[in-house]
């Protein structure tokens, strides 16, 4: 019988078909999610792991368990995941492709448009009971129409920003390793310096990796319009938090949204925190109901096949893999869906 571990509670939904599959299903039921040494710990019998984005699933726990033969993460990036470790040892690792671009796309017009037009601060005032006598000239926001936005990564979350950016009459740029057959409508730059300087609003949509680490530092946000507002809906590690801060206390630019941090959660003391122009959520781009039941779904298709010794739907590494791949197809072989 192979043992999965779930390393965070999912959906009921999720663990029925997880136990109706006949596999030892332990979910971790700790209030957190499991340290480092847990992890280690609680894979040691495991063939299968269902993981978060909290895991560090590096090679220290994969040499801890040494039945595993799948990996999937709840999510679509999977950079806590070493998947150079993985394909050395032969395990599939996988993610939740598709399923939450639109959830996260639209969460991130959602930041552009809580900025842009002020939903985020002027609330307050009404709340605090500031609210003042009609003034032409006060409470002024930014439009959305006709403004620039520079998406930075055209996939599938990128993508979807850019019908959205369509439907506001939005002129939109967008900045990608190659470019895109279909562009929505969007234009494409060859360089992140000309969309920078070029755009009201910056989205972030590209994967983090070495070469995306700290993309945004002090030069990125010097190139930037003054009035230029940020949005960070990918990983936290692609911007420098302290060129960052510096730049919004400066007004190197005008505000910022994340929805990813470094670290998190982030400490009620760190200095963005302080900063009227720069509004924070705690990564929930995909967290609507439907998509993580979606999600949670597609890690149980990935984890019960790879357990079974198929290949996983949404599997990352298949062909670095098939030559030394712990899991020895049985049957048909499903066939791989592009990440
Ligand atoms: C993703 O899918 O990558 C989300 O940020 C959740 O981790």
């Known amino acids: 019988m192979p043992k999965i571990l779930v390393t965070r509670r999912t959906f009921p939904e999720a663990a029925e078909k997880l136990r109706a599959s006949g596999a030892e299903v332990v979910i971790w039921d700790g209030a957190d999610s499991p340290t480092h040494d847990d992890l280690v710990a609680a894979v040691a019998d495991v063939d299968g792991l269902y993981a978060h984005i909290t895991n560090a699933v590096d090679a220290e726990v994969m040499d801890a368990a040494p039945n595993l033969k799948v990996i999937t993460e709840f999510g679509v990036g999977y950079d806590n995941v070493d998947v150079a470790a993985a394909n050395a040892r032969g ?70 920003v850019a019908k959205r950016a369509a439907g506001f009459n939005m002129n939109v740029l967008y900045f990608n390793r190659n470019r895109r057959d279909e562009e929505f409508g969007a234009t494409y730059v060859d360089s992140l310096g000309e969309l920078l300087e070029r755009s009201d609003f910056v989205s972030l949509h590209n994967p983090l990796n070495a070469e995306t680490t700290g993309m945004m530092g002090a030069a990125q946000f010097k190139l930037m319009k003054k009035s230029a507002v940020l949005i960070n809906t990918t990983r936290g590690p692609v911007v420098d938090q302290d060129a960052l801060y510096d730049a919004l206390s400066s007004g190197e630019i005008a505000g910022a949204a994340l929805d990813v941090t470094v670290p998190e959660p982030l400490p009620a003391d760190n200095p963005l925190l302080t900063l009227d122009n720069c509004l924070i959520m705690p990564h929930v781009a995909s967290a609507t109901g439907d998509t993580r039941m979606k999600m949670a779904m597609m890690c149980v298709e990935n984890v019960l096949a790879g357990v079974a010794g198929d290949w996983p739907p949404y599997c990352v590494n298949q062909a670095e893999i098939s030559g030394n791949a712990r899991i020895k197809a049985q049957g048909s072989v499903r066939s791989q869906r592009s990440p």
């Not at 006709?146 to 998406?151: D, P």
């Not at 930075?152 to 979350?157: A, D, K, L, N, S």
Request: include cysteine; charge should be negative.
């Open 91 to 160: 395990i599939a690792v996988c993610n939740t492709p598709g399923v939450l671009s639109e959830s996260t796309a639209d969460e991130a017009f959602a930041l552009l448009a809580a900025m842009a037009r002020r939903t985020y601060d002027l609330p307050q005032i009404v709340k605090r009971g500031e609210w003042g006598d009609f003034d032409p000239l006060g409470y002024l926001a930014t439009d959305i129409h006709h403004k620039t936005l520079g998406i930075v990564g055209m996939g599938r979350i990128g993508s979807e």
